[in-house]
């Protein structure tokens, strides 16, 4: 079991860049999976991106465009997620979790979740 625990947001001009980052404190950190997701304003929960326990294992959304790169380190227990050339369509809350082993792209594929970060692009 992992308690992911996101940080990173904030609010920021179109153009910039975020890291965001997400401890998942717990056993075993090296064998989950880890998604992030992202809530915009009065939208659904959506797929962004994705690593697997093996690290050269990675997803995006088809919106990524290249702006997005997800990695990890096992030795700190974080999955970062870099956010660049952030537009005000990226606004939303940014949610990190938790899986298994292989990579899902949706909500209920996993099965821990932090609290969110958000993040806020200004035009």
């Known amino acids: 079991q992992v308690q992911p625990v996101e940080s990173g947001g904030g609010l920021v001009q179109a153009g910039g860049s975020l890291r965001l980052s997400c401890v998942a404190s717990?056993?075993?950190?090296?064998?989950?999976?880890m998604g992030w997701f992202r809530q915009p304003p009065g939208k659904e929960r959506e797929f962004v991106a994705a690593?697997?326990?093996?690290?050269?294992?990675?997803d995006y959304a088809d919106f990524a465009e290249d702006r997005l790169t997800i990695s990890r380190d096992n030795r700190k227990d974080t999955v970062y997620l870099q956010i660049d050339n952030l537009q005000p369509e990226d606004t939303a809350i940014y949610y990190c979790?938790?899986?298994?082993?292989?990579?899902?792209?949706?909500?209920?594929?996993?099965?821990?979740w932090g609290q969110g970060t958000q993040v806020t692009v200004s035009s």
């Open positions: 979790a938790a899986r298994p082993r292989e990579i899902g792209y949706q909500i209920g594929q996993y099965n821990y």
């Open positions: 717990g056993r075993l950190f090296s064998t989950y999976a």
């Open positions: 690593i697997g326990w093996i690290e050269r294992i990675t």
